[in-house]
């Protein structure tokens, strides 16, 4: 059974974003040194609780979160896929047949990028609800 993976781009890139200045900031002074540990606190609250990589086959996605968590997402119990605007990002919310809610973070809605898209065209039978691009081309 082959399987495909996909990663959160915009998350890395916040991440190492966020570790520059929280390293530009540690080399001030005093001052410089109470941001950067604010910094440093934001990246590994941020690290902690998003999802890093998702994995894909016929019957199901699997989320990998940090500390070896991971969620799994069966393909036949997801009743659909919506897409939806929260906090200036776009996000997709699975709406699955009786999903138990492990830890506080892992819930089901995932930022909206190109590989998770992919992933979900070519596994998932269903459509995309809310999806404007999608939509647009037809």
């Known amino acids: 059974m082959k399987k495909d993976f996909a990663t959160d781009i915009t998350s890395i890139i916040a991440c ?11 080399s001030a002074d005093t001052d410089g040194r109470v ?19 998702f994995v894909a086959d016929e019957k199901g996605l699997t989320v990998y979160y940090i500390f070896f968590l991971k969620d799994y997402f069966a393909w036949e119990d997801i ?21 138990p809610q492990k830890v506080f973070f892992m819930t089901s809605e995932f930022r909206k990028n190109y590989m998770l898209k992919r992933l979900i065209k070519k596994y998932w039978q269903g459509e995309i609800e809310g999806d404007d691009w999608e939509n647009l081309k037809k």
């Not at 941001?35 to 990589?53: D, E, G, M, Q």
């Not at 009743?79 to 999903?99: L, M, Q, S």
């Open 16 to 26: 190492t974003f966020l570790l520059f200045i929280s390293i530009w900031t540690c």
């Open 35 to 53: 941001l950067c540990v604010f910094f440093v606190v934001l990246v590994i609250c941020y690290i902690a609780t998003h999802p890093h990589f």
């Open 79 to 99: 009743k659909r896929i919506n897409e939806k605007y929260r906090y200036r990002t776009v996000v997709y919310e699975f709406e699955a047949k009786e999903h």
